[in-house]
């Protein structure tokens, strides 16, 4: 149900698709006078039918210029995407007449308005929680078909109802204490204090689980940073460019070409990977080269995978192997780069002690191992999507973590509080808070500093 009071806002109207030119443009209005608005801009006309495209003349000014032939649909509330009467016309693109049509609006009464103001209005009047709000942007900036399927899994309500889920079991252990306090056992409770301690066990058993989808669930919106590292001319670029697919990075035979980082965002298996090329790691005298170096080291120290190159006819000297023992928290693929260049299996050597996940034969000429290099990284990154496929209940964003990590908190101090003796009618109180974090996370109360946080990324016209 609507969380604001009927019409007791202003009408605002935007752009809903990029400017610049194209066949056709998006603009839009909701609010309470966008119909009167609609018919100030198509005077003399009928009004469209209700959810029906039909065309109109667009004309504003005191001689009533034409400013477009229009395809026009009408929303009235509730049924449109804000709750509220909402107008689209769908104009022909370009810089000049979506703007017109725009200022218009403006004209007759409505306000530009603010980024992702649509979509947060749809949350106030109940049309969707925040964690379908959210959900709506990541499908907007989505870069991977795994990042697709699952935000169209949440913005069909998918976590939304696991979170409500979980805080149907809070409120259930909640009634447990209520009984409880109401009828101590010397009056013989009908809730005995070991069904309590259970019912919180399995909340926080639940709650960790989903937690647990966090890290996996955050880089597929973030995509995983993935830096290609090694030795000048070990052939990073070259990888660089077979990933992308296209000539991103400048490639030739003197060491030390890349100066500075590289960055793109590639789909790999269906997983989205921000793809880095940096500068060989070595020693240097050159300034700008050094500089280089360090951007390299700032990216390895944020890596989620790294790709060591070396080459396939050279040894992994002391200087390779004292790196790669330094990335023991970090995934890391050895790959033996240029073995089109070397007979039978190049060079063979221990690596005990460097933290190698993988070590992979590697051509960029003739196609060795790159194959078997996409298929290991999406499972590197992302074990637990892989198998059990995006669309699953998890946790994208670092609102949603915190509030999940907050809920979880607290029932594990409730649980503390029992066993040290607290007084169960003491204890119940530390459940609240749990409470309080999923009904946030969901949108059943709101604060203007959470809407902030959520809708500060959108886009105008969403």
């Not at 504003?60 to 229009?70: F, I, N, Q, T, W």
């Amino acid at each position: 149900s609507s969380r604001l009071p009927e019409l007791a806002v202003d009408t605002i109207a935007a752009l809903a698709t990029a400017a610049g030119p194209g066949a056709i443009a998006l603009v839009r209005m909701s609010g309470p006078e966008a119909l009167e608005i609609l018919r100030a801009l198509t005077a003399d006309q009928a009004d469209p039918s209700p959810r029906t495209a039909s065309v109109r003349s667009i004309t504003h000014g005191k001689g009533g210029d034409l400013l477009d032939r229009a395809l026009v649909t009408v929303f009235p509330r509730p049924d449109s995407y804000t709750g509220e009467d909402m107008v689209e016309i769908s104009c022909h693109g370009g810089w000049l007449v979506p703007r017109l049509i725009l200022d218009a609006c403006v004209a007759e009464g409505a306000r530009m308005a603010e980024p992702g103001e649509f979509t947060r209005r749809a949350v106030l009047h109940g049309k969707m929680d925040l964690v379908q709000a959210e959900a709506v942007l990541d499908l907007i900036e989505g870069r991977s078909r795994a990042q697709h399927d699952a935000a169209l899994f949440q913005v069909e309500r998918g976590l939304s109802r696991r979170i409500s889920e979980l805080r149907e079991q809070l409120v259930t252990l909640e009634a447990y204490l209520a009984h409880y306090i109401d009828f101590p056992e010397e009056d013989e409770a009908p809730v005995p204090v070991d069904r309590v301690v259970a019912a919180a066990e399995a909340l926080r058993e639940a709650l960790e689980e989903l937690l647990e989808t966090a890290p996996e669930g955050e880089l597929l919106r973030e995509g995983a940073l993935t830096v290609l590292a090694g030795p000048p001319n070990s052939g990073k670029s070259s990888l660089y460019n077979a990933l992308l697919g296209e000539e991103r990075a400048i490639v030739t035979e003197v060491p030390g070409t890349t100066r500075d980082a590289l960055e793109a965002v590639i789909s790999v298996g269906g997983f989205p990977f921000r793809l880095v090329d940096t500068a060989g790691l070595h020693d240097s005298d050159d300034r700008v080269e050094v500089l280089g170096i360090e951007v390299a080291r700032r990216y390895l120290d944020r890596a989620d995978v790294v790709l060591f190159c070396v080459e396939s006819h050279s040894e992994v000297g002391s200087v390779e192997r004292e790196f790669l023992a330094g990335l023991a928290d970090v995934p890391t693929v050895l790959l033996r780069t240029k073995a089109d260049l070397v007979s039978g299996d190049g060079v063979s050597e221990d690596l005990n002690g460097a933290h190698v996940r993988e070590s992979v034969e590697l051509s960029v000429v003739d196609g060795t191992g790159l194959g078997r290099l996409r298929a290991l990284l999406p499972e590197m990154v992302y074990g637990g999507l892989v198998r059990t496929g995006a669309s699953v209940p998890a946790l994208t964003r670092a609102r949603q973590s915190e509030a999940v990590g907050t809920a979880r908190d607290q029932v594990v101090a409730f649980m503390e509080a029992l066993e040290a003796g607290t007084p169960v009618a003491v204890a119940s109180a530390l459940l609240r808070p749990a409470e309080t974090a999923l009904e946030e996370l969901l949108g059943l109360i709101s604060t203007d500093e959470i809407l902030d946080r959520v809708f500060r990324e959108f886009c105008i016209g969403k």
